[in-house]
């Protein structure tokens, strides 16, 4: 059975960090890219970074460069993601989830956000940012 099991969120204040885990089973950890979207309510979905488990090609929305990182574990099928300088814009439900990615592929600029692209997907977890 295919997992990803979003973990680490909660309500923090403006300016402080948060770290999320996604960890993923039933499927082969280095064939994926996961990435990251989330949802304000009343807004859109949003990718705003993914990672290649395999190579760790990374690609960041302009809204979250700088301020966040993603990282992958290989050894614990789990990306991790660091949330630094929290603003009140980033609540919402942040989501995990996984698409084929090949070793040494071109992630071009919308690479991350290509939703339908990815083939399994988390649950979602709140992070609440409060200013």
């Known amino acids: 059975e295919v997992q990803l099991v979003e973990s680490g969120g909660g309500l923090v204040q403006a300016g402080g960090s948060l770290r999320l885990s996604c960890a993923a089973s039933?499927?082969?950890?280095?064939?994926?890219?996961i990435g990251w979207f989330r949802q304000a309510p009343g807004k859109e979905r949003e990718g705003i970074l993914c990672i290649s488990n395999s190579d760790g090609y990374t690609n960041y929305a302009d809204s979250v460069k700088g301020r966040f990182t993603v990282s992958s574990d290989s050894a614990k099928n789990t990306v991790y993601l660091q949330m630094n300088s929290l603003k009140a814009e980033d609540t919402a439900v942040y989501y995990c989830a996984a698409r084929i990615y090949f070793r040494g592929y071109y992630m071009g600029p919308y690479y991350c956000t290509e939703a339908h692209e990815y083939e399994f997907w988390g649950q979602g977890i709140q992070v609440t940012v409060s200013s």
């Open positions: 039933g499927f082969t950890f280095d064939d994926y890219a």
